[in-house]
């Protein structure tokens, strides 16, 4: 795990739970969720995530304890010292079985249409724990805020659940507040103020609603309008991102096939949450600005300056040999500190290595400093 | 950076100066926003009103380039209320009667009259540093971009070290990088005085030890800073390699730099885009972007991460790595690497610092779940560093280095009436070379802007969104005027992202005599009409910026 050191807190006697049969220590302040999950017992949820402030508003964690007359959710009731919890009996596996019934009877079950892109959890959890798909079904009553102009983030209405990840993460962990659930009973749905486009709120784009939202009902738009391929199509690639010095972790989202077998970037998904240093967050740049890596202005091959002063296409041996020759001729009449090399903080560790040793150990001058130095 | 970034949502004290923190570093700033959910406390000084100031405990609206006196009379108020940490600055630091000397000019009350701070505002802010255990400094470019930049940057450590804020979790001094890799840039070797891993060139035995290795002599004198070397194009710089950087839109008054490209007699760009250096390049190599490439990158809290690759480059462009190897070649060498893991592993053989880190190591360390390695690592075995001096400052003893305050190099005057700064935002990055070129970014902001006090505006009867000129002694841009309160009267800012207004035609090219480093942040401009009109839709720099705007 990524290293954080603690709050400061005082420091209280061990204390202990039972989860299924077995005896789990824990700190003051954590959920019953929190020790069972390190226990390795497998508790759905929907609305729960670990960035957040428990809401205990999806119900799929609901959990047995001890003396308790009615199921609790695990994700918002606290471990208390010697508290008997048990996850699997048949009473939780009813509600869970009634629980997605009921989620499914406004839900689209046609995997093709839920699954906009994302992978859609009820789906999964609804089939994992053989929920009766029979509970008829009526039209969902959410308000679908079309029309929004904004570039990347589309609201699918049919597939919300109103487990309010998407607004709690605007809220507590982006800070700025720009969606917020509104309506009551089946027509509550994510709204912003006076049903504005995202651009014209306090909304930064950082399009932690699409990641955190468990149905894809907050969703990327430009993967949609390009009818690229579902996610689970396609093969993700861990790395770093390129813009900023944070280093977030991001996985590029690949179609290997697409751009004639090149491969093509169809967009970029974080990490889980508690595993990289950026805990799963990313801002408008990191998630949504690749474009740039397919851009039709890529230059594609070497260029050359010809007679007429203009850069004309050559081959790579050509440009290598004009190149070397050029910075050769220079160091030739003026000496080598008649170069200058600059390179890029851009650019990898090892590129940066090759261009200081290229300045160094070919043409013998330490002219050389990476662009940000000034 | 001395701490990492997962440490900063338990700070209990955050002390931001000049960074726009939630616009260049916005996951740092989710961290920071994390920390104050939580009840940290948090000081943010900027000359601007950023969206930080909007949840700080208090924001200290200095006037620009007057950090100095804000930070001494910090000092001032720590050493005058007994609040220096004496047994940490006895066992670990050298110097600091000097600092408590010259910080005794240095009193709130005179600083108020300097920076427009409340003498009671600097106390308050100076108890609360250095009385909280877990209390951090965080800082970039608003720091450093100045003439007197390396002063800042001693007067932030006097109060690092006077209050013992070293060594400890959430507790250190936080330069936040701009770029993805600058510090893996500078551990490379990329400079002209260090080789890898902070050797210095000049040191006989590193030099000795990097011919031997390399089987080839080089000068051991170092070579020109950056800032330096681009005034020096033309001049005697008179052949240039340039990777990945477009310096023509980049560097402070870029205007003599393109007289000096003009004069030059042979220019190689290797990029991935056609930038504005190209112009004057005599051969370009189409490079790859990171989505193309293995290697990689360090972070600011010296964290070495992987970058894959994930895609073919397009047409016949290459990955950067065999570029410069192809052009070694073809001028004499003999480099034989096949992967960048080779390049890796000659990068760490002679620099200690990142020995215990390989490609194969940090690739184990996906799945962990865990992700990099921070250097030092020495060996293999080695479990990375969280955050530096825990044992000890690293150099030996902290130096305090006692710092008197210097203005800027050019200051408002009877000609060019307003102070000027440059700065980031959000939507965009630097030259803005790739998020130009993003259809969603640039619908949010696509053309250039400066923002003024409407008094200011008034008295020079600009309305909101009139096109303007923006003019100092070096030359002028033109941008659309956007009525602010965010600034300060008699100061203006504007981004530096736009091509068509390069800021940096207009900034000042005055160096630090430390660094070199610019002054994009203080010179004199004045700004006058040009001709009333309509807005695009994309001028609004997000809606942070409206809120105090008259409609």
């Not at chain 1, 906009?116 to 679908?144: H, I, K, T, V």
């Amino acid at each position: 795990m990524i290293e954080r050191g603690e709050p400061d807190q005082p420091k209280r006697p061990a204390r202990s739970i039972q989860v299924d049969g077995r005896q789990m220590p824990f700190q003051a302040g954590e959920t019953i969720l929190e020790v069972a999950q390190r226990a390795g017992a497998e508790i759905p949820t929907l609305c729960h995530d670990p960035r957040l402030e428990p809401a205990g508003a999806c119900r799929t964690c609901l959990v047995e304890v001890e003396g308790q007359r009615r199921l609790l959710p695990a994700c918002k009731t606290p471990a208390q010292d010697g508290a008997e919890v048990r996850t699997e009996t048949e009473r939780i596996d009813r509600h869970r079985k009634t629980l997605f019934a009921l989620y499914l009877t406004d839900h689209p079950q046609d995997i093709e249409v839920a699954e906009r892109g994302a992978p859609n959890e009820l789906l999964e959890m609804a089939a994992r724990y053989e929920a009766p798909r029979d509970w008829g079904f009526m039209e969902s009553l959410r308000d679908n805020r079309d029309g929004d102009r904004n570039p990347y983030i589309h609201f699918n209405a049919d597939t919300c659940i109103s487990c309010a990840r998407c607004t709690r993460y605007c809220e507590e962990v982006e800070g700025v507040s720009a969606i917020t659930l509104a309506g009551r009973g089946a027509e509550t749905t994510i709204a912003t103020v006076d049903g504005l486009s995202l651009m014209d709120t306090t909304c930064e784009m950082c399009g932690g609603c699409v990641d955190v939202c468990p149905t894809g009902a907050m969703g990327e738009k430009m993967p949609l309008t390009r009818e690229a391929k579902p996610e689970r199509e396609l093969t993700k690639v861990r790395s770093t991102c390129n813009f900023c010095g944070v280093g977030c972790q991001l996985d590029l989202n690949v179609d290997p096939d697409a751009n004639d077998g090149r491969g093509q970037v169809v967009k970029v998904t974080s990490p889980p949450a508690g595993t990289t240093t950026n805990d799963g967050n990313l801002c408008v740049k990191g998630r949504f600005a690749y474009d740039f890596i397919h851009h039709e202005e890529r230059i594609t091959s070497p260029l050359v300056r010809n007679d007429a002063g203009e850069l004309v296409p050559t081959s790579w041996e050509n440009a290598l040999s004009v190149a070397a020759a050029g910075l050769q001729g220079v160091s030739e009449r003026h000496g080598p500190n008649g170069l200058g090399f600059v390179s890029s903080s851009r650019c990898t560790m090892e590129e940066n290595y090759l261009v200081q040793k290229l300045s160094r150990a070919v043409f013998k001058t330490n002219n050389i400093h990476q662009c940000a130095a000034t | 950076m001395t701490n990492s970034i997962g440490e900063i949502r338990n700070a209990d004290f955050l002390f931001v100066i000049g960074s726009n923190t939630s616009e260049a570093h916005p996951i740092i700033a989710m961290e920071m926003k994390r920390a104050v959910r939580r009840g940290a406390t948090m000081v943010v000084a900027d000359p601007r009103k950023i969206w930080m100031s909007t949840i700080a405990e208090k924001h200290l609206q200095l006037k620009p380039g007057c950090d100095v006196w804000l930070l001494n009379a910090m000092a001032h108020v720590i050493c005058e209320e007994g609040l220096v940490d004496e047994t940490f600055v006895a066992e670990n630091t050298e110097g600091f009667e000097a600092v408590r000397e010259t910080v005794k000019r240095y009193s709130p009350e005179a600083a108020e009259e300097h920076t427009g701070i409340s003498a009671e505002d600097i106390r308050w802010v100076a108890r609360k540093y250095a009385t909280t255990e877990k209390a951090g400094i965080y800082y970039t470019l608003g720091i450093t971009e100045h003439t007197h930049g390396t002063d800042n940057v001693y007067a932030l450590a006097n109060l690092v070290l006077m209050t013992g804020h070293l060594g400890k979790p959430s507790s250190g001094m936080n330069p936040l990088r701009g770029q993805n890799n600058v510090q893996g840039a500078n551990d490379a070797g990329a400079t002209p005085i260090f080789l890898p891993g902070y050797q210095r060139v000049d040191d006989p035995e590193v030099h000795a030890r990097y011919e031997e290795a390399w089987g080839t002599t080089f000068p051991s004198e170092p070579g020109l800073n950056l800032n330096v070397m681009m005034k020096e194009v033309g001049k005697s710089i008179k052949g240039l390699f340039v990777m990945g950087e477009d310096v023509v839109l980049s560097e402070p008054n870029c205007m003599e730099l393109e007289k000096g490209m003009n004069a030059a007699e042979f220019v190689v760009v290797q990029d991935a885009f056609l930038n504005e250096t190209c112009r004057f390049a005599d051969v370009v190599f189409p490079a790859s972007v990171f989505a193309e490439k293995e290697g990689v990158f360090t972070n600011s809290e010296r964290r070495v991460q992987r970058v894959r690759k994930a895609v073919e480059p397009p047409g016949e462009a290459r990955e950067d790595w065999r570029i410069l190897i192809a052009l070694a070649n073809a001028s004499g060498a003999d480099w034989s690497f096949d992967t960048a893991a080779d390049v890796y592993d000659e990068l760490v053989r002679d620099a200690d610092k990142f020995s215990g880190i390989s490609h194969a190591r940090l690739d184990a360390t996906v799945e962990l779940p865990k992700t990099g390695l921070q250097w030092p690592c020495p060996t293999p075995d080695h479990p990375g560093t969280t955050f530096l001096h825990e044992e000890g400052i690293l150099r030996g003893k902290g130096l305090f280095q006692a710092v008197d305050y210097r203005p800027p190099a050019e200051l408002p005057d009877e000609t060019y009436g307003l102070l000027l700064s440059t700065g980031r935002t959000l939507y965009h990055y630097n030259c803005a070379t790739q998020t130009r070129r993003e259809s969603g970014l640039d619908a949010k902001q696509s053309e250039a802007w400066v923002e003024i006090h409407p008094r200011d505006a008034k008295k020079r009867g600009i309305e909101d969104r009139d096109l303007v000129e923006i003019s100092t002694r070096r030359g002028s841009v033109r941008v659309r005027a956007l009525y602010s309160r965010q600034v300060q009267p008699r100061c203006i800012w504007m981004p530096l992202h736009f091509f068509e207004a390069r800021a940096n035609v207009i900034t000042n090219d005055a160096g630090d005599p430390v660094t070199d480093t610019a002054e994009y942040k203080v010179c004199a401009a004045e700004v006058r009409k040009v001709e009333e009109g309509e807005a695009r839709d994309g001028l609004f720099p997000g809606t942070f910026y409206g809120v105090d705007a008259p409609a």
